[in-house]
């Protein structure tokens, strides 16, 4: 099947509206560190008010909807002990979001505050997760000082925002936005040219289109060449079982993944 929403590298699919913070030029914080100027997403008028909680913020804060302790469940990591930061905030509705509260949700914390939280909390494993974190510039000097502190540092995008600021060492887990989803305009390809072998590759597939549509990405981009390709099915609308002899008749190195939280604990659990 032709991946018909898949544009030139480089170019937005949008609705033509872009939005930004306001701010033009990068600054500098008191720890020392310089924030890219905010991200510029594609987001229609009607839907502007996604970004209100992270656009009242004060300039140097994060607004944090939870840090919390738990099992990574979706990457190359899943079954590890993992410290997660979820940012407030997301542009994007995929139909299968299971973290809806983050999208209000969370209250402004500090850099300091932050670090101090997911230090206390231990372990060598932290993934910084949304909503969308990208959109908050401040997530860079976040994701750099866990590096510095020698965490292994994970962090799960959208795909709808520029990886490019983020800090090399950092390993993304890009998802790519599939028809299903509802969101797959969204997507934005030129990240697919900045993957590095310790990135990942993510596609959350609700049915058989779905499945189509992303192995034909996967193969025109070479993505299994660049780095570990997932695809995992969307809860309830696609069995394991199922998505594993799709894979199998590919021939391609795609990895099966479970939403292992779903199977551990209830799916609308939340904080795990
Ligand atoms: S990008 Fe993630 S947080 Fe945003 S709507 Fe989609 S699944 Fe939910």
Redesign the pocket.
Known sequence: MAATNDPDPGKLMSSGFTISDGRDDSIIVDVGTTIPAAAIVPIAPTHRHRLRPIEQKPAGTLVVHEIYRSIQGESTFAGLPCVFVRLTG?H???GY?D?PH?FFEGAPRGLDQVVEAVLELGGDLVEIT???PLLQPEVHPLLTRLADAGKTVLLET?GAVDIAPVDPRVRVIL?IKTPGSG?AAANLWSNLDRLRPTDEVKAVLCNRGDFDWAVDVVRRHRLVDRCPVLFSAAFGAVGPTELAGWILETGLPIRLQVQLHKILWDPAARGV
Request: hydrophobic share 15%.
């Open positions: 997301c994007l509705r995929c979001c973290t983050a949304g909503g969308e959208s998802d969101e």
